[in-house]
């Protein structure tokens, strides 16, 4: 079964670092690409961000660019979404998810949810 | 960046009746959209590809249509189960591949 595995819950401080992960197949991470996905808790869906994990060519929202990292590490199947300075507003779940056809997301991962909170 | 208008943002129904969805886009996206149900407490899951394509396993009640601007989905006969959140997301302008702010389906 093909399936996106994120890392666990996070709960930080303003201004720290944080570097969730997102682990699939080897198929997938040689062929998609891996989108990350921000829902804050009882809202919509906000597309972060998007990389290619064969050579790392990535493409942002103009609303994240610049305030997260998205990498990705194809030896191991898996791709991050890093922040150098967390914010309270970072609160919320992330997603990572396969893009296929036509830009829809066909397998997501399970969810990381992140508390920034003082 | 292309914005998506979903309407209505509420909708009440029964079981057994039919829903229809619509998702309207800020300028042409072709046949790039696809639609999304989301349940309390989990990912999104995906409904429909380019515009009128069933992902694989979903139930055949479960339709789409549309192309441009203007795009539906349309559930023919309500299944307890379907009463969740649904959204549309656009495939044509990017970055960003934006979604819509959503359709809460709810059992009336």
């Known amino acids: 079964e093909v399936q996106l595995v994120q890392s666990g819950a996070e709960v930080k401080k303003p201004g720290e670092s944080l570097e969730i992960s997102c682990k699939g197949s080897?198929?997938?991470?040689?062929?998609?690409?891996i989108g990350w996905v921000r829902q804050v808790p009882g809202k919509g869906l906000d597309w972060m961000g998007i990389?290619?994990?064969?050579?790392?060519?990535?493409k942002y929202s103009p609303s994240f660019q610049g305030h997260v990292t998205i990498s990705a590490d194809k030896s191991i199947n898996t791709a991050y979404l890093q922040w150098k300075s967390l914010k309270t507003s970072d609160t919320a779940i992330y997603y990572c998810?396969?893009?296929?056809?036509?830009?829809?997301?066909?397998?997501w991962g399970q969810g990381t949810l992140v508390t920034v909170s003082s | 960046e292309i914005v998506l208008t979903q309407s209505p943002a509420t909708l009440s129904l029964s079981p057994g009746e039919r829903a229809t969805l619509s998702c309207r886009a800020s300028?042409?996206?072709?046949?790039?959209l696809a639609w999304y149900q989301q349940k309390p407490g989990q990912a999104p899951r995906l409904l429909i590809y380019?515009?009128?394509h069933r992902a694989p396993g979903i139930p055949a009640r479960f339709s789409g249509s549309g192309s441009g601007t203007d795009f539906s989905l349309i559930i023919s006969s309500l299944e307890p189960e379907d009463f969740a959140m649904y959204f549309c997301?656009?495939?044509?302008?990017?970055?960003?591949?934006?979604f819509g702010q959503g359709t809460r389906l709810e059992i009336k």
């Open positions: 998810a396969r893009r296929i056809f036509r830009h829809a997301f066909d397998i």
């Open positions: 080897r198929s997938t991470f040689s062929t998609y690409w």
């Open positions: 990389i290619y994990p064969g050579d790392s060519d990535t």
């Open positions: 300028q042409s996206v072709s046949t790039y």
């Open positions: 380019d515009a009128s």
């Open positions: 997301q656009q495939g044509s302008d990017w970055p960003p591949n934006t």
